[in-house]
């Protein structure tokens, strides 16, 4: 009965840096079962993994982005964050937030956050 919430801006201009929140409830972030993933949406790219964070702290990124992706957290809030360097017009997107359970084989995601609209542009 996890519950996701994403929060950031919905519009940057190019070369600024994405923050998004991901704000967790009936879940705690900590427990050893689960990592959590940001996945982002655009109509040309389709599904995109951008990375996680395990329950343990560690991260993960996609190789093609993790130059300019850095993944947090904040355990007494239970949230999770998401930070994108230097951003341009490819970066638009619907980004999500998504638990991913460990045992249920990897990709395999039960819960997303609705999804914020990022814009990019001048």
């Known amino acids: 009965q996890a519950q996701l919430q994403e929060s950031g801006p919905g519009h940057l201009k190019p070369s600024q840096t994405l923050s998004l929140t991901c704000t967790v409830s009936?879940?705690?972030?900590?427990?050893?079962?689960?990592?959590w993933n940001w996945i982002r949406h655009s109509p040309g790219k389709g599904l995109e993994w951008m990375g996680a964070i395990a329950y343990d702290g560690r991260t993960y990124y996609s190789p093609s982005l993790k130059t300019r992706t850095s993944i947090s957290r904040d355990t007494s809030k239970n949230q999770f964050s998401l930070q994108l360097s230097s951003v341009n017009p490819e970066d638009a997107a619907v980004c999500y937030c998504a638990r991913e359970v460990y045992q249920l084989g990897f990709g395999s995601f039960d819960y997303w956050g609705q999804g914020t609209q990022v814009a990019v542009s001048s």
């Open positions: 009936g879940a705690s972030i900590t427990t050893n079962s689960y990592a």
